[in-house]
């Protein structure tokens, strides 16, 4: 499985857009990049995936370069709420394995 | 409410003695899995199960055991537990093991051992 590279820690002002990269050089064809996030000491959760086009949904963006080799998740209008670590993962199937994350913190 | 819910939320026990934190989900989802949470160490999966009747080891399965003879249960069995299964413990659900589908995971168990 393809091994993920993600900044270990940003800030995001409250209101503006926050924007996080993930680097997944060695991803193979049929492998999905996921995002999941982790509030505090929480379940993680579930917030977009995609495989080969940019995908958006009510929480998130994702934008996939055309190469597929990296990634970045935009959550357009950062709340406090939205402090959390960030987990990318590239797997083809659906049991995910989670790295260090990035741990995004929203400021007022 | 879908959701994915574990019992009990914290539990403090001794070294030896077993114990059980149900898992249970109400989105007929295909498969389950047990993850531990440590500092340092991240999310590392203990076991898994595909459907009712099987089950297979994640990255951390030593001194645990599991089963799944129900779809909607998984619950994770600590035989013996020692103070190195001190943990964070996170079920989670999904509707198949071998396609795109989010992950649903439960609220998590604080196990203390002491």
């Known amino acids: 499985d393809a091994k993920t590279t993600q900044p270990t820690s940003m800030d995001c002002a409250e209101g503006r857009a926050a924007n996080l990269p993930c680097n997944h050089s060695?991803?193979?064809?049929?492998?999905?990049v996921y995002w999941y996030r982790q509030i505090h000491s929480q379940g993680p959760q579930y917030i977009i995936h995609?495989?080969?086009n940019n995908e958006t949904n009510e929480m998130a963006s994702l934008i996939i370069t055309e190469d597929r080799k990296s990634s970045t998740l935009i959550l357009p209008h950062a709340t406090l709420r939205d402090t959390a670590v960030y987990y990318c993962?590239?797997?083809?199937?659906?049991?995910?394995?989670f790295g260090a994350g990035t741990r995004l913190t929203v400021k007022p | 409410e879908a959701q994915v819910t574990q019992n009990p939320r914290y539990l403090i026990t001794v070294t030896g003695k077993k114990l059980t934190v149900t898992c249970s989900q109400n989105?007929?989802?295909?498969?389950m899995s047990w993850y531990r949470q440590d500092p340092g160490l991240g999310l590392r999966q203990i076991y898994y199960?595909?459907?009712?009747?099987?089950?297979d080891k994640g990255d951390v399965p030593e001194g645990y055991k599991v089963s799944r003879k129900e779809k909607r249960n998984f619950p994770l069995i600590l035989e013996s537990p020692s103070p190195n299964q001190t943990s964070l413990y996170f079920c989670?659900?999904?509707?198949?093991?071998?396609?795109?589908?989010?992950?649903?995971f439960g609220p998590g168990t604080r196990l203390t051992v002491t």
């Open positions: 989105m007929n989802h295909e498969y």
């Open positions: 993962i590239v797997r083809v199937t659906n049991d995910m394995r």
């Open positions: 060695t991803i193979s064809g049929n492998e999905y």
């Open positions: 989670a659900s999904t509707r198949s093991g071998r396609a795109p589908y989010e992950q649903y």
């Open positions: 199960s595909m459907n009712v009747e099987v089950t």
């Open positions: 995609g495989l080969k």
